[in-house]
């Protein structure tokens, strides 16, 4: 008997997928064995399309009592719930990288989150029974709404009961101040940004909208958060433009003290389409 399958050509073989997250590959002919339900179960594909639960010998019952944990496991994320939630505080952003996914190069006079917009979308997440929730704001450039920001993490810390929450900003780091700095230490809030790599690179990638680079501010907002002793963390979104410099793109996150180079490569979408 045979199991519910998929499968699809994949260069001389076919590939072929179960629910339980098995595959093999098999050629023409084992794959019509299969479909027509006539598999020889003592060859090797037989054994191996019975192992991965394709097919099998004896009664449908007994087959679905022994498929029944790897099923339950395959689908276990149905019985968690959603952990992390992002508030997009703002689509406004004073840069204009040329890879910008959330804008499409015209300024956004509007699109700033507002209070009650914000508590809502808190009480929302907070109806997760997930007991460890993780609240990450992003844009546009979401420093550019502080306010909404802290109101968050203020109304989050007064609500959240027993629950457990981290907080993350993605940010461009051309808005930070010592006034924000304080209020991410006191709230030990993660700062997750961008570095393209050395001055050059950087500023080829991530300008001002007046088309000054950004890469002098955002080293000097990375010296206040080492200095205050904030956690943050960088990505390299790789374009052409940096594909000559990987060495000083290397040496770049070396010299600034972090460990690890997260390389993203281009999304197609916003300006990076266009670009
Ligand atoms: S920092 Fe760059 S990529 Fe991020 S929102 Fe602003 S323009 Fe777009």
Redesign the pocket.
Known sequence: MINYFNFKKFNNKYLITNDLGRYLFADKKELFSLINNQVDMNSDFGKSAEKNMFCYNGSPRGFAEKVKPYFRDSKNYLFSSTGLHIFVVTKS?N???V?????NGNEIPNGFMTEEIAERAVDIALTSPNDNLSFEFQ???PLANFSVIQHIVEYTELNKRSKNITYNIVT?LTLITQDIVDFIKKYNVGIST?IDGNELVHNMN?RYRNGKGSYSDVKHSIELLKVNGVRFGAIQTTTSNSLPFYKEIIDEYISMGLKSIFIRPLTPLGCANKD
């Open positions: 952003c840069l204009k990288c890879y910008c996914q959330t804008q844009g546009g450039e461009n961008s991530r």
